[in-house]
């Protein structure tokens, strides 16, 4: 799918965001799979961070930090439909 943005992102219970893209299809997608391969993503264990989510770069990432970021591809690729 070509120019696939994020329209809203909203953390969920138990370290999951709910995504919501530019085509209205909205993915679970959860955060945890990414701390064994990229070990300073568990910096967002802290609910505090956590829920401090954004959309970046006109809507091509949700990031929390400029060194803590998932693509849109990611996001879309790797999270479950709802």
């Known amino acids: 799918m070509k120019n696939i ?4 992102v909203m953390p ?4 999951q965001l709910l995504v919501e893209f530019s085509n209205s ?5 959860n955060v945890k799979q990414l701390f064994k391969q990229f070990p300073d993503y568990k910096m ?10 954004y959309i970046d770069c006109g809507g091509c990432s949700v ?3 400029p060194e803590i970021d ?3 591809w990611e996001l ?3 999270g479950k439909l709802i």
């Not at 943005?5 to 809203?8: A, E, F, G, S």
């Not at 967002?44 to 989510?53: K, M, T």
């Open 63 to 65: 990031a929390w930090t």
């Open 25 to 29: 299809t909205k993915k679970l997608y």
């Open 44 to 53: 967002l264990e802290h609910r505090s961070l956590f829920e401090q989510a």
């Open 70 to 72: 998932i693509s849109e």
């Open 5 to 8: 943005k994020i329209k809203k």
């Open 76 to 78: 879309w690729d790797n």
């Open 12 to 15: 969920q219970k138990d370290l």
